[in-house]
């Protein structure tokens, strides 16, 4: 089986490809795309970094490509959807750069706090400005943590060590597991109105893009410092420079951009700014990290069909996985779309079956799609079909499984989520072989396909709404794919779901809001539908 690596790789993972029996190792780094699709159709197997662009054209030329391993966490270079409808298993190393990004955002603060780069190249300017970088002690300062993963754990226990008394803020784990690690929870507003230092270890989603702008700016301490190791995005660089220049935000140290590289940046004519061309996994000990973990998991995918760190693939193979394949599928889905419903922390999972696949590792293997499916929208691609459970545990979500349940259906899939202020009820089955239905949403009975764009409508049962709906999408040209409108049970409201073939504007929203009868809407999206296209 043939292998490419396509970008720069350390050199103990290419050393255990290259004693691998039954592995042909090839090693083209800086190909351009055109000549990257060119050869890609040769090789079972690619090994990436960041540079290499995994698009739908080039997957399309990847006629033998089973799996693609990108040495680092972030997949934002790879279509993965593209990857999934191609039968093509996406992995990630996601433990391997860890401690090393989380000790560049320590340094961050130390270089900001006492100006060391500045004052490094006043020295090599052969100037001796000792009271212009004049610093200050991070000694008892407050550092703000916006995020307490794997990275964000990691600084709030070195920040102990320094003996800064750290705030945590994430939505997604619970007061009493921060505080029982020895540090203050708090609420977004309260980390900014208090931090002197705050320091993000987010994914880039659509509820963190941007979230460090001009308001949250305003809500933040005189002289706070802002330090981004996560992803390029998380800080609106134009309201940045603004703080910066006004003096509200008195330095920021930054390691990732919105465009990268950065070359005409406005946030480089300020002195108040340190910056790194994203440095935060570049350390010796975290590229041989995962070059051997890609390497091993290439290895094993292709000679034992064995799943490590799939972000798209489930651990099960074989005859199993042909079984399962709709039931995964549908749990994945109904997990997605139960996180976007119910916005709230979660606190208790609780999952009930009836049906064929009730083997104790059938259900295990649906339970982890369901948790894959309900904390990617959290934690993005830190979560994969491996450590699904795992996170869930270190976020406090409690996951129970009931008995066995009676139901009209041959197959189903009960799901429960319970938040301080909600419970959510999301149920599915398959009709037929390969057709994946939610068949009830809280207490609105329905048929609807679930993936795709969608705008979710609760609404008082009256007549005209559907109407004024379907003029509203007229009247902006955007085509309805499909509608499914289902009613509540003994109640007196309904709920649509409206399936797009585009991503539906915010204006259009707010217009569909003010439709008389409507109580609320949402858009959502539920990804690619089924491998085999079928609705």
Same mark, same amino acid.
């Given at each position: ?69 990108? /040495?680092?966490?972030?997949?934002? &270079?790879? =279509?993965?959807? #593209?990857?999934?409808?191609? $039968?093509?298993? *996406?992995? !990630?190393?996601?433990?391997g750069n860890t401690i090393t990004t989380a000790e560049h955002a320590i340094a961050m603060i130390m270089a900001l706090t006492r100006n060391i780069p500045q004052a490094t190249s006043s020295m090599k300017q052969k100037l001796w400005e000792k009271k212009k970088f004049q610093g200050r002690e991070v000694f008892h300062k407050k550092l ?62 659509? /509820?963190?893009?941007?979230?460090? &702008?001009? =308001?949250?700016? #305003?809500?933040?301490?005189? $002289?706070?410092? *802002?330090? !981004? ?134 259900i295990k293997a649906i339970i982890t799609s369901f948790l894959k499916g309900l904390l990617t929208p959290l934690v993005n691609d830190t979560v994969n079909f491996v450590n699904a459970p795992a996170i869930a545990e270190k976020m406090g979500i409690k996951v129970v499984t009931g008995k066995a349940i009676e139901s009209d259906y041959t ?48 609404n008082n049962d009256r007549p005209g709404v559907v109407g004024d709906v379907g003029k509203i999408f007229g009247e902006s040209k955007i085509n309805i794919n499909r509608m499914t409108v289902g009613r509540e049970i003994g109640g007196s409201n309904s709920v649509i779901f409206i399936k797009t073939d585009a991503i539906i504007p915010d ?29």
């Amino acid at each position: 089986m043939k292998v490419l690596i396509s970008d720069n790789l350390g050199s103990d993972g290419i050393d255990i490809l290259n004693k691998e029996e039954g592995i042909e190792l090839d090693i083209k780094t800086g190909l351009h795309p055109e000549e990257l699709k060119e050869i890609i159709g040769q090789y079972d197997g690619l090994i990436i970094r960041s540079a290499t662009k995994v698009t739908e054209d080039l997957i399309e030329k990847a006629t033998n490509l089973k799996v693609v391993g990108r /040495a680092g966490i972030g997949l934002d &270079n790879v =279509d993965i959807a #593209a990857a999934t409808r191609k $039968g093509i298993a *996406v992995m !990630n190393t996601p433990g391997g750069n860890t401690i090393t990004t989380a000790e560049h955002a320590i340094a961050m603060i130390m270089a900001l706090t006492r100006n060391i780069p500045q004052a490094t190249s006043s020295m090599k300017q052969k100037l001796w400005e000792k009271k212009k970088f004049q610093g200050r002690e991070v000694f008892h300062k407050k550092l703000g943590i916006i995020g307490y993963g794997n990275i964000g754990s990691i600084v709030a226990d070195r920040a102990r060590g320094l003996q800064m008394d750290v705030l945590i803020f994430d939505p997604n784990i619970s007061s009493e597991k921060i505080a029982q690690d020895g540090f203050t929870p708090v609420s977004l507003d309260e980390l900014y109105s208090k931090a002197d230092y705050i320091t993000i270890h987010v994914p880039k989603i659509k /509820a963190t893009t941007k979230m460090l &702008n001009k =308001d949250a700016f #305003a809500k933040m301490k005189d $002289g706070v410092m *802002v330090i !981004n190791c996560a992803r390029g995005g998380i800080i609106d660089e134009e309201d940045l420079y603004e703080a910066l220049k006004s003096g509200k935000v008195r330095g920021a140290a930054l390691d990732v951009f919105e465009t990268e590289p950065p070359t005409d940046s406005p946030l480089f004519t300020l002195d108040n700014v340190i910056a790194t061309p994203h440095l935060g996994a570049s350390t010796a000990e975290a590229q041989s990290n995962v070059a051997i973990a890609v390497a091993n998991q290439i290895i094993k995918y292709l000679k034992e069909n064995t799943v490590i760190n799939a972000v798209n693939v489930p651990s099960v193979t074989g005859e199993t996985l042909k079984k399962l394949k709709p039931f995964l599928f549908l749990a994945e889905k109904i997990g997605l779309l139960q996180v976007q419903l119910i916005q709230e922390k979660i606190d208790k999972v609780e999952l009930e079956f009836t049906g064929s696949f009730l083997k104790d590792d059938d259900i295990k293997a649906i339970i982890t799609s369901f948790l894959k499916g309900l904390l990617t929208p959290l934690v993005n691609d830190t979560v994969n079909f491996v450590n699904a459970p795992a996170i869930a545990e270190k976020m406090g979500i409690k996951v129970v499984t009931g008995k066995a349940i009676e139901s009209d259906y041959t197959n189903l899939i009960n799901t429960k989520i319970f938040a301080k202020k909600k419970t959510g009820i999301i149920a599915g089955t398959i009709f037929g072989k390969n057709y994946p239905r939610i068949i009830r949403v809280n207490n609105f009975r329905l048929e609807m396909v679930p993936h795709g764009h969608l705008i979710f409508i609760e609404n008082n049962d009256r007549p005209g709404v559907v109407g004024d709906v379907g003029k509203i999408f007229g009247e902006s040209k955007i085509n309805i794919n499909r509608m499914t409108v289902g009613r509540e049970i003994g109640g007196s409201n309904s709920v649509i779901f409206i399936k797009t073939d585009a991503i539906i504007p915010d204006e259009m929203i707010q217009s569909l809001s003010k439709i008389e009868n409507v109580l609320s809407t949402m858009a959502l999206d539920l990804g690619q539908g089924p491998e085999n296209g079928e609705e």
